[in-house]
T-cell receptor, first 113, second 111 residues
């Protein structure tokens, strides 16, 4: 158990819909990272937050947004969903914002029909 | 584009053999990490090597880093069936907060 909690574990929805994925980092970790993993692919970096502030952005679509709240949990919002958004979405947390081990949650599997 | 690229994409070996996988990256880094992912599960950190280190060991794992060639290798000695998983390298760039993952090597260890 990494200590990172992601909900929901599985989500099935239709094209055009909006979903919210939630991540609770390990206790004490201030950095949260979001990654997308499509079938049999590597991980695409989406966005990173440190103590509530956005610090780095990757290949995140405009239809996607995220935030980190004062209690350090984070949410990834995906809107106007398309079939290609079907993927595993991982959240990871770390103590340091610059370097150090990432602790991954078990992911949220999104299926868009 | 991905920072790291693992090679080979897939590797199949017999139990007891050594497995070597390589990672190449494009820009300067602070550190490089290796992670393991069992099918459909979250990634688990294996080892971190800093840019001023050349080699690091952890149990049956040996990691090397060649910053002049922008490459790293992960060696798993005396492999076991339980080592079957995908292995990813991740690079933490200099001056960036991003961790960029490669495309992974799928390792299958046959009992």
């Amino acid at each position: 158990d990494s200590g990172v909690t992601q909900t929901p574990k599985h989500l099935i929805t239709a094209t055009g819909q909006r979903v919210t994925l939630r991540c609770s980092p390990r206790s004490g970790d201030l950095s949260v990272y979001w990654y997308q993993q499509s079938l049999d692919q590597g991980l695409q970096f989406l966005i990173q937050y440190y103590n509530g502030e956005e610090r780095a952005k990757g290949n995140i679509l405009e239809r996607f947004s995220a935030q980190q709240f004062p209690d350090l949990h984070s949410e990834l919002n995906l809107s106007s969903l398309e079939l290609g958004d079907s993927a595993l979405y991982f959240c990871a947390s770390s103590v340091s914002r610059v370097t150090g081990e990432l602790f991954f949650g078990e992911g949220s599997r999104l299926t868009v029909l | 584009s991905q920072q790291g690229e693992e090679d080979p994409q897939a590797l199949s070996i017999q139990e007891g053999e050594n497995a070597t996988m390589n990672c190449s990256y494009k820009t300067s880094i602070n550190n490089l990490q290796w992670y393991r992912q069992n099918s459909g599960r979250g990634l688990v950190h294996l080892i971190l090597i800093r840019s001023n280190e050349r080699e690091k060991h952890s149990g049956r794992l040996r990691v090397t880093l060649d910053t002049s060639k922008k490459s790293s290798s992960l060696l798993i000695t005396a492999s076991r069936a339980a080592d079957t998983a995908s292995y990813f390298c991740a690079t933490g760039g200099s001056g960036t907060y991003k961790y960029i993952f490669g495309t992974g090597t799928r390792l299958k260890v046959l009992a």
